[in-house]
């Protein structure tokens, strides 16, 4: 049922109530309708927000906050692990008292190293380059052929007209007429891809930095969003890296599709916030600095978008709406719907609405999925984070060891005095011989007794390269991996132990290819709502154009990457075994070099490939060939001629003697040679076109 409207076109939460009981509501049929074209309506508004009472407004943003809290308190132990596990990963310093002031604190990069090497093996597998989106026909690329009224299909003469199939002379050489040609949805799939990696890596700025900035992330914390939306202000597509302890999702859903809520905490600068309000996306209202802001006025306020369902038609079924809140005023600024026409499913009997599909803006970047079950997943800062620990602690220990056993100590016979020195503490430098005195009836010996200082542990030494080489392992930071190869060691043997210590990230490689799989498809979806009818781009210093309509059915887009390939000898790899079959019969060589070229990473390849040229040993061949069949038809048209020239004598002769059936011999006879003599002129053009085939 629909919410009625007040005269001063706000609607409000009782208004349906008052409606009814006043007898102002129309019947059962009228009314879902109504409703469902108020529920379209929100799709024209920017805020709507701006539509609905006070009172409401205020009874969302308290229960948006309230909620919030709810999810974030459901994250909490995997949120404290991630900021213990950045602080190891970043070396935060910190001041250390124990077992005396400012002792040793030093921290082992063993999770720094750790994800920085799985940077460094998936950054250039994920953007191999310029190209990063490959386009997949989907379903039949055969053509769809044109038809006539009738439903027969068309076609086109020799002689340049169309006629349908059924009517076209069987002697006429015609071919058919295309809706859409043989091959539409290859070349369309190749402009969207190219169109695409353009849009990523030259038009979205903010999205290979991200990319860079999600890898290394990703592998310490073990799960990373990415935001995909078209910005009205900026008029174009955006990408934002959201790190996980900013989205707010209850730890106990199971994905981001079924998720109840979805929290985006996000912060804006006081010009940031006047933007939106001037462009209409957020409500007009005053806000005061924020609590700890102190003397900055430009600091910056926290707002929290959550992604939710509210009914706000009053038929019984929440929508999904996007609403911003000012965190700390608890104040709605913006109410867009999040859904569009497509996403809208009503029963055609009944005109009630069924489900509503919101559109999902959010993609996740999954590490290691919790064994747990938990939302939030794992990373090294979870599986490398004990191990750290305990390697920092043996470390430091050793230090403090070393520390004191260098500084020494103990206790000094109150008798005892070194010159130049008051009692009390007493240094003395390397190299530095001093003078003593003991004390009455004492030596010197028995005047200064040092503590007993052991060294460091030889057995807390082993253990600590025990515990680096078990978090080695987790992390696959072998020395192989990271370029060092053992001495006289074969190159095979180091190619297996490469491979296999990539096994265990193989996995992880998949996860992060369908996450951009399923990132690529809202970039898709977006140009399909948003892209102009016609725009260009650039390709190598080459002007394209792509059509909004090329984003119609029939393609899918997937990254250009391999999962099954991390790195570049993987890569080689795969091509040597290509190129060790591009003179099969049954292989297209050429498309098999332009693959063994890409996995090199070679530069300009359409400029290293050249068209194939005629051998000049079969011109030869075919030329030889041609003189002698010239030679043989040169021979028979003489004869031909011959005969035909004879019996033109004949007929003259015939017709200066008489007319009778001696001359209609003679032309019959020259009806037979005329088919003859159209044969050895069709045989010659065909032996011309076999012979130079090319024009050469």
Same mark, same amino acid.
């Given at each position: 049922?629909?919410?009625?409207?007040?005269?001063?076109?706000?609607? @409000?939460?009782?208004?349906?109530?008052?409606?009814?009981?006043?007898?102002?509501?129309?019947?059962?049929?009228?009314?879902?309708?109504?409703?469902?074209?108020?529920?379209?309506?929100?799709?024209?508004?920017?805020?709507?927000?701006?539509?609905?009472?006070?009172?409401?407004?205020?009874?969302?943003?308290?229960?948006?906050?309230?909620?919030?809290?709810?999810?974030?308190?459901?994250?909490?132990?995997?949120?404290?692990?991630?900021?213990?596990?950045?602080?190891?990963?970043?070396?935060?310093?910190?001041?250390?008292?124990?077992?005396?002031?400012?002792?040793?604190?030093?921290?082992?990069?063993?999770?720094?190293?750790?994800?920085?090497?799985?940077?460094?093996?998936?950054?250039?597998?994920?953007?191999?380059?310029?190209?990063?989106?490959?386009?997949?026909?989907?379903?039949?690329?055969?053509?769809?052929?044109?038809?006539?009224?009738?439903?027969?299909?068309?076609?086109?003469?020799?002689?340049?007209?169309?006629?349908?199939?059924?009517?076209?002379?069987?002697?006429?050489?015609?071919?058919?007429?295309?809706?859409?040609?043989?091959?539409?949805?290859?070349?369309?799939?190749?402009?969207?891809?190219?169109?695409?990696?353009?849009?990523?890596?030259?038009?979205?700025?903010?999205?290979?930095?991200?990319?860079?900035?999600?890898?290394?992330?990703?592998?310490?914390?073990?799960?990373?969003?990415?935001?995909?939306?078209?910005?009205?202000?900026?008029?174009?597509?955006?990408?934002?890296?959201?790190?996980? %302890?900013?989205?707010?999702?209850?730890? #106990?859903?199971?994905?981001?599709?079924?998720?109840?809520?979805? $929290?985006?905490?996000?912060?804006?600068?006081?010009?940031?916030?006047?933007?939106?309000?001037?462009?209409?996306?957020?409500?007009?209202?005053?806000?005061?600095?924020?609590?700890?802001?102190?003397?900055?006025?430009?600091?910056?306020? +926290?707002?929290?978008?959550?992604?939710?369902?509210?009914?706000?038609?009053?038929?019984? /079924?929440?929508?999904?709406?996007?609403?911003?809140?000012?965190?700390?005023?608890?104040?709605?600024?913006? =109410?867009?719907?999040?859904?569009?026409?497509?996403?809208?499913? &009503?029963?055609?009997?009944?005109?009630?609405?069924?489900?509503?599909?919101?559109?999902? /803006?959010?993609?996740?970047?999954?590490?290691?999925?919790?064994? #747990?079950?938990?939302?939030?997943?794992?990373?090294? @800062?979870?599986?490398?984070?004990?191990?750290?620990?305990?390697?920092?602690? =043996?470390?430091? *220990?050793?230090?403090?060891?070393?520390?004191?056993?260098?500084?020494?100590?103990?206790?000094?016979?109150?008798?005892?005095?070194?010159?130049?020195?008051?009692?009390?503490?007493?240094? &003395?430098?390397?190299?530095?011989?001093?003078?003593?005195?003991?004390?009455?009836?004492?030596?010197?010996?028995?005047?200064?007794?040092?503590?007993?200082?052991?060294?460091?542990?030889?057995?807390?030494?082993?253990?600590?390269?025990?515990?680096?080489?078990?978090?080695?392992? &987790?992390?696959?930071?072998?020395?192989?991996?990271?370029?060092?190869?053992?001495?006289?060691?074969?190159?095979?043997?180091?190619?297996?132990?490469?491979?296999?210590?990539?096994?265990?990230? $193989?996995?992880? /490689?998949?996860?992060?290819?369908?996450?951009?799989?399923?990132?690529?498809? %809202?970039?898709?979806?977006?140009?399909?709502?948003?892209?102009?009818?016609?725009?260009?781009?650039?390709?190598?210093?080459?002007?394209?154009?792509?059509?909004?309509?090329?984003?119609?059915?029939?393609?899918?887009?997937?990254?250009?990457?391999?999962?099954?390939?991390?790195?570049?000898?993987?890569?080689?790899? %795969?091509?040597?075994?290509?190129?060790?079959?591009?003179?099969?019969?049954?292989?297209?060589?050429?498309?098999?070099?332009?693959? /063994?070229?890409?996995? *090199?990473?070679?530069?300009?390849?359409?400029?290293?490939?050249?068209?194939?040229?005629?051998?000049?040993?079969?011109?030869?061949?075919?030329?030889?060939? @041609?003189?002698?069949?010239?030679?043989? +038809?040169?021979?028979?048209?003489?004869?031909?001629?011959?005969?035909?020239?004879?019996?033109?004598? *004949?007929?003259?002769?015939?017709?200066?003697?008489?007319? #009778?059936?001696?001359?209609?011999?003679?032309?019959?006879?020259?009806?037979?040679?005329?088919?003859?003599?159209?044969?050895?002129?069709?045989?010659?053009?065909?032996?011309?076109?076999?012979?130079?085939?090319? #024009?050469?």
């Amino acid at each position: 049922m629909s919410i009625e409207e007040e005269d001063d076109g706000v609607i @409000g939460t009782d208004d349906f109530e008052a409606a009814q009981e006043g007898g102002g509501v129309p019947d059962e049929a009228e009314s879902r309708a109504n409703g469902v074209a108020q529920l379209m309506s929100y799709l024209d508004y920017h805020n709507i927000a701006e539509e609905l009472d006070d009172t409401l407004l205020s009874e969302i943003g308290e229960r948006v906050v309230r909620e919030y809290e709810i999810d974030e308190e459901s994250r909490r132990g995997w949120l404290t692990s991630m900021e213990s596990a950045m602080k190891l990963a970043r070396q935060v310093v910190e001041k250390k008292n124990t077992p005396w002031p400012n002792s040793a604190n030093v921290k082992y990069p063993l999770i720094t190293t750790a994800s920085i090497q799985f940077a460094a093996r998936a950054y250039p597998a994920v953007v191999p380059g310029m190209n990063v989106v490959k386009g997949k026909v989907v379903g039949s690329d055969q053509g769809i052929p044109k038809v006539g009224p009738d439903g027969v299909p068309l076609l086109q003469l020799q002689t340049g007209e169309v006629v349908p199939a059924n009517m076209a002379p069987p002697d006429v050489p015609a071919g058919p007429v295309w809706e859409v040609p043989p091959g539409a949805k290859r070349e369309r799939a190749g402009r969207v891809a190219r169109h695409m990696s353009y849009q990523l890596t030259e038009e979205m700025e903010e999205w290979e930095e991200d990319t860079d900035k999600l890898l290394h992330t990703l592998p310490i914390v073990g799960c990373v969003f990415r935001k995909t939306w078209y910005d009205q202000l900026l008029r174009r597509n955006r990408s934002l890296m959201i790190l996980g %302890k900013d989205l707010v999702v209850n730890n #106990g859903a199971k994905s981001l599709e079924t998720a109840p809520r979805i $929290t985006h905490i996000f912060e804006l600068y006081p010009y940031q916030i006047e933007e939106r309000m001037r462009s209409g996306l957020y409500t007009q209202m005053e806000f005061g600095p924020p609590s700890e802001a102190g003397e900055d006025e430009d600091a910056p306020h +926290t707002f929290l978008e959550q992604k939710r369902k509210w009914d706000l038609d009053g038929d019984g /079924y929440p929508e999904p709406y996007i609403i911003t809140v000012h965190k700390e005023e608890q104040t709605i600024v913006s =109410i867009v719907a999040c859904f569009d026409e497509e996403g809208v499913e &009503i029963n055609r009997e009944t005109g009630e609405i069924v489900k509503i599909d919101p559109v999902q /803006y959010y993609t996740k970047y999954s590490f290691i999925p919790d064994p #747990g079950g938990g939302f939030y997943d794992i990373g090294f @800062g979870l599986l490398l984070g004990p191990i750290n620990d305990t390697v920092n602690s =043996i470390l430091n *220990a050793l230090l403090d060891a070393a520390h004191l056993q260098n500084t020494g100590g103990g206790f000094v016979r109150g008798g005892f005095k070194v010159s130049g020195q008051s009692r009390g503490k007493i240094r &003395i430098k390397p190299g530095e011989w001093v003078t003593a005195s003991a004390g009455i009836g004492s030596s010197l010996r028995d005047s200064i007794y040092s503590f007993p200082t052991p060294t460091p542990s030889a057995t807390l030494f082993a253990l600590l390269g025990m515990l680096i080489e078990a978090g080695k392992e &987790i992390g696959a930071v072998k020395d192989v991996l990271t370029g060092d190869q053992p001495r006289r060691q074969p190159a095979t043997t180091t190619l297996a132990l490469i491979e296999q210590g990539l096994k265990q990230f $193989t996995a992880i /490689y998949k996860r992060i290819h369908r996450s951009l799989k399923l990132e690529l498809r %809202k970039l898709y979806r977006l140009n399909r709502l948003y892209l102009p009818d016609q725009t260009y781009f650039q390709v190598l210093d080459e002007q394209q154009a792509i059509a909004r309509q090329d984003y119609s059915d029939g393609i899918d887009i997937v990254p250009v990457s391999d999962p099954s390939v991390v790195t570049d000898l993987q890569r080689m790899a %795969k091509a040597e075994v290509l190129m060790a079959l591009r003179a099969d019969p049954l292989i297209n060589g050429s498309e098999v070099l332009v693959r /063994y070229l890409e996995a *090199a990473e070679a530069d300009d390849i359409d400029r290293l490939i050249m068209e194939p040229q005629p051998d000049p040993m079969v011109i030869a061949e075919f030329e030889a060939r @041609g003189i002698e069949l010239q030679n043989k +038809t040169d021979e028979t048209r003489a004869k031909v001629i011959l005969q035909a020239a004879l019996a033109m004598k *004949a007929m003259a002769e015939a017709e200066a003697a008489e007319v #009778g059936p001696q001359l209609e011999q003679y032309k019959a006879q020259l009806g037979l040679l005329k088919p003859a003599l159209d044969r050895i002129v069709e045989r010659q053009n065909e032996l011309e076109s076999s012979v130079n085939p090319r #024009g050469l």
